[in-house]
T-cell receptor
Framework: DAKTTQPPSMDCAEGRAANLPCNHS???????VYWYRQIHSQGPQYIIH???NNETNEMASLIITEDRKSSTLILPHATLRDTAVYYC???????????FGGGTRLMVKP | KAGVTQTPRYLIKTRGQQVTLSCSPI?????VSWYQQTPGQGLQFLFE???????NKGNFPGRFSGRQFSNSRSEMNVSTLELGDSALYLC???????????FGNGTRLTVT
């Protein structure tokens, strides 16, 4: 997995939208963007993934720029339980090896 | 469906001992992979099993081995433990190659 760039930390007020950016300028045409998060002492939790279209599920929305070199994960109404480290990676769908970078430590505050 | 289950949750061993970690994937998932996570190195891929066969292997010494059983449950073994093997060991499963990985909560191994 190639390297992605994320801000090391962000704060968000409870109930507000959290927008987490990720730069992945070396992404290849057949690689997906995946987002995971990890709450302390737990395993990484899959959030969402996409290729080039924007995606939404019950947890979050994923906005991918037209050139696919960056994306934004949106948690529409952040709660205290969303406090975690969020990882963005890009890889081929049919592949197993994952490499997480430093991620963004999101702190949701009351 | 139950998630990926890893046992034990915590383990303390001394140098030179060996350890076996267990992973039960999500029901129906045939692919199981193992990862080591440390503060310094981040998440590193160990190996992947599919239908009892090792399909991929990361860059770890031969002291790290694994296997998968016919019911898709998997075990990972580390022999001759070293202090540097202290880490969170994560197991992940998926049902198809295109599916995202689903992780367990890991086994935290401390080697003293």
């Amino acid at each position: 997995d190639a390297k992605t760039t994320q801000p090391p930390s962000m704060d968000c007020a409870e109930g507000r939208a959290a927008n987490l950016p990720c730069n992945h300028s070396t992404i290849s045409g057949n690689e997906y963007v995946y987002w995971y998060r990890q709450i302390h002492s737990q395993g990484p939790q899959y959030i969402i993934h996409g290729l080039k279209n924007n995606e939404t599920n019950e947890m979050a929305s994923l906005i991918i720029t037209e050139d696919r070199k960056s994306s934004t994960l949106i948690l529409p109404h952040a709660t205290l339980r969303d406090t975690a480290v969020y990882y963005c990676i890009h890889r081929r769908a049919a592949g197993n090896m994952l490499t997480f970078g430093g991620g963004t430590r999101l702190m949701v505050k009351p | 469906k139950a998630g990926v289950t890893q046992t034990p949750r915590y383990l303390i061993k001394t140098r030179g001992q060996q350890v076996t970690l267990s992973c039960s994937p999500i029901s129906g998932h045939r692919s199981v992979s193992w990862y080591q996570q440390t503060p310094g190195q981040g998440l590193q891929f160990l190996f992947e099993y599919f239908s009892e066969t090792q399909r991929n292997k990361g860059n770890f010494p031969g002291r790290f081995s694994g296997r998968q059983f016919s019911n898709s449950r998997s075990e990972m073994n580390v022999s001759t433990l070293e202090l540097g093997d202290s880490a969170l060991y994560l197991c992940a499963s998926r049902d198809t190659e295109e599916s995202p990985l689903h992780f367990g909560n890991g086994t935290r191994l401390t080697v003293t």
